[in-house]
């Protein structure tokens, strides 16, 4: 019981201040990252492979792992190249260790020392290239040092995350992806090896609550008062991830301020996300505690182009329908799904009463807005199935998905409001006259966002 109350006072500290040390995987839950830091000597090339598995990659390994087996698929995987000529490595060391993850899930850590022969007698041109379980996403950084021997070559001489120890919140945005160098090297002084980049440790709110919450849900002590702290951190965590980017709040904006939308259909948006996202989050779970073959990043990827396609396809529809309903207009033929009253008569109204789109439009833009579950609530739910707390994790993924739900419903119903207001104000002929429009803009917006979304998903 007193450990718990120190986690509570810990936990509100950090929602307090703001920040505190970063997450141990920044890049994700799901990453794969790897570092790889040459050292040329005139007889031989050593190579030390770091490689930094977080805690659901972890999750799906067999047990135990076997070091000297894994250190044998990375050796397998590197190609270094002295004049062309490809050597031959052998394997030095291996060693694994699981540090402790969020949700106290366990990551894993493989370092492999491999070596080579080489002579480096004169100038000699050095490739290197790893390709280590190269469709994963994660940061992968190569470093070269020379002992004896001087490096000509733009390679970093010092490893920016102390070999997958930290990670430079600065870079995140632009996460290092280096998998091939080539470097000169010649009789010389050598080439000592730089020091680390200075870590930012400070972290937002988002990251903060992020942190506490999954420091709860490995607590030992399951005690009423961390339990209830952490469905209200669900809430709060489930809300502010609704209020990032993505979503569908975009489409919904588009929907319910061009397309004549009601506080129904708000409701309706959000409620479909949130049940997507919700049951995305049980199914992959359950998907990924039982398989080991299924790459959780890949998946997330493939639901990102899913989602992208739903929201091009919603566009077109959009599209398509405005444009026969102004074909319909201009030929004075009363559109077939209209109010029953247009521009055509003079009631006074100071704004188009435009077409109802229908429901199952209304529920597609709820679905691709949902469709890519959280990396953060799988690894809540996974943590505590791994401590033998499955119905504790579903209760907190409901919870989190209250969260969503109430944000993006307050989202529309806001969204609604304004729309009303402005139409009150749009009194004259020229803002009447862009109104026309609106269908259209409508449409092309949400058109472009679901390409934009495909092909980020497609670049990975």
Not at 22 to 48: C, K, M, T
Not at 100 to 117: I, Y
Not at 200 to 219: H, K, N, P, Q
Request: charged fraction near 15%; include cysteine; charge should be neutral.
């Amino acid at each position: 019981m007193r450990r718990a109350a120190v986690v509570v006072v810990l936990c509100g500290l950090g929602l307090l201040l703001g920040s505190g040390v970063s997450a141990a995987h920044p890049l994700g839950n799901f990453s794969v990252n790897h570092s790889d830091v040459l050292q040329v000597h005139p007889d031989r090339l050593d190579v030390r492979s770091v490689v930094d598995l977080a805690e659901i990659p972890t999750l799906q390994e067999p047990k135990p792992v076997d070091a000297a087996a894994k250190c044998a698929d990375v050796r397998s995987s590197l190609d270094a190249r002295v004049d062309g000529d490809r050597l031959d490595f052998t394997t030095k060391s291996a060693e694994v260790t699981h540090p402790a993850g969020q949700a106290d899930l366990a990551t894993t850590r493989l370092v492999c020392e491999f070596s080579a022969p080489v002579a480096v007698d004169g100038k000699v041109a050095i490739t290197f290239a790893d390709t280590y379980l190269d469709d994963r996403m994660g940061w992968r950084e190569i470093v070269a040092t020379g002992t004896g021997v001087a490096l000509s070559g733009d390679v970093p001489t010092g490893s920016a995350t102390d070999e997958l120890r930290q990670y430079p919140q600065d870079l995140l945005s632009t996460p290092m992806d280096v998998r091939s160098v080539s470097v000169g090297a010649e009789p010389g002084a050598g080439t000592a090896a730089t020091g680390a980049t200075p870590i930012r440790t400070g972290v937002g709110f988002i990251d903060s609550t992020t942190a506490a919450f999954t420091g709860l849900i490995g607590s030992r002590d399951l005690t009423p008062m961390v339990g209830v702290l952490a469905v209200l951190l669900a809430l709060v965590l489930g809300a502010s991830h609704a209020a990032l980017p993505g979503h569908g709040k975009t489409l919904m904006a588009a929907y319910l301020a061009g397309r004549r939308g009601t506080s129904r259909d708000a409701v309706l948006v959000g409620a479909t996300v949130t049940f997507t996202h919700t049951a995305g989050v049980l199914v992959l779970g359950l998907l990924l505690s039982v398989s080991s073959a299924l790459a959780g990043d890949v998946v997330l990827r493939w639901l990102g182009m899913a989602s992208g396609l739903l929201v091009a396809v919603i566009g077109g529809a959009l599209l398509v329908s405005a444009l026969r309903r102004r074909k319909a207009a201009r030929s004075g033929v009363e559109p077939e799904h209209g109010h029953g009253h247009g521009h055509g008569h003079g009631h006074g109204h100071g704004h188009s009463h435009g077409p109802r789109y229908g429901r199952a439009s209304l529920i597609g833009m709820g679905v691709a807005g949902g469709l890519v579950p959280s990396p953060s609530a799988l690894v809540v739910l996974l943590g505590a199935v791994a401590l033998g707390r499955t119905w504790f994790g579903v209760v907190l993924v409901f919870a989190y998905g209250a969260g969503m739900a109430a944000m993006l419903t307050l989202a529309g119903l806001l969204l609604i409001k304004v729309r009303d207001r402005l139409e009150n104000l749009a009194v004259t002929a020229r803002l009447r006259k862009l109104a026309d429009f609106t269908p259209f803009s409508t449409a092309a917006l949400v058109l472009v966002v679901g390409l934009g979304l495909t092909t980020r998903a497609l670049i990975g």
